[in-house]
């Protein structure tokens, strides 16, 4: 269970290829999930039917036909970004609220990214992507707010890699410090 910026197609295949489950939001995780005019809308692509041959088709029964295929820069592992252009748009009745542009609407879309988003949806709303992160909420989280609110740390003063590993580290040292000395207070 990670936060939301670790929801990468990266990470997902990592996860898949080291027998790892995904339970890693991704960024527009809550909402998707919380938002039920946008999970809904039926101008996004991904709500598009896909119809027999793979052709998706829009809230007008228009197909979108590939156009190409591109590699996305800097991928490790070779994601792709498709591009679909609707056949005709002329006339349409809902061009207003699907394209913003006087030319037949184009789509980029992941296919493989966004059946592993679905994949995370599922996995994080089950019983044990429940607990997942519960558990990590109260592990992880906790403390940094204790650093903060408690002990009135608020930012890291200090400039350069070492200097600011120095004080992340004085300070990790005063709160366990600080815990221990209040255990030993209660075993007293």
Aim: charged residues 30%.
């Amino acid at each position: 269970v990670a936060d939301a910026g670790y929801g990468s197609y990266n990470n997902y295949i990592f996860c898949g290829q080291h027998g790892m489950e995904k339970y890693m939001k991704f960024t527009m995780f809550k909402k998707e999930t919380t938002d039920k005019k946008y999970h809904e809308d039926p101008f996004r692509a991904v709500n598009f039917p896909i119809v027999e041959g793979g052709i998706m088709r829009c809230p007008n029964g228009k197909s979108f036909y590939l156009q190409y295929r591109k590699n996305v820069k800097g991928n490790k592992y070779g994601r792709q970004k498709e591009v679909y252009q609707c056949e005709d748009c002329s006339g349409c009745p809902y061009a207003e609220q699907c394209k913003k542009t006087d030319k037949n609407r184009t789509v980029r879309i992941n296919r493989e990214l966004t059946a592993m988003h679905q994949e995370v949806i599922e996995n994080l709303e089950s019983i044990q992507g429940a607990l997942l992160r519960m558990n990590r909420s109260i592990q992880a989280e906790g403390t940094f707010g204790i650093m903060k609110n408690d002990r009135w740390y608020k930012r890291i003063v200090r400039r350069g890699i070492k200097s600011v590993l120095l004080e992340v580290f004085l300070v990790s040292i005063g709160h366990n410090l600080y815990k221990y000395h209040n255990k030993q207070k209660k075993v007293a």
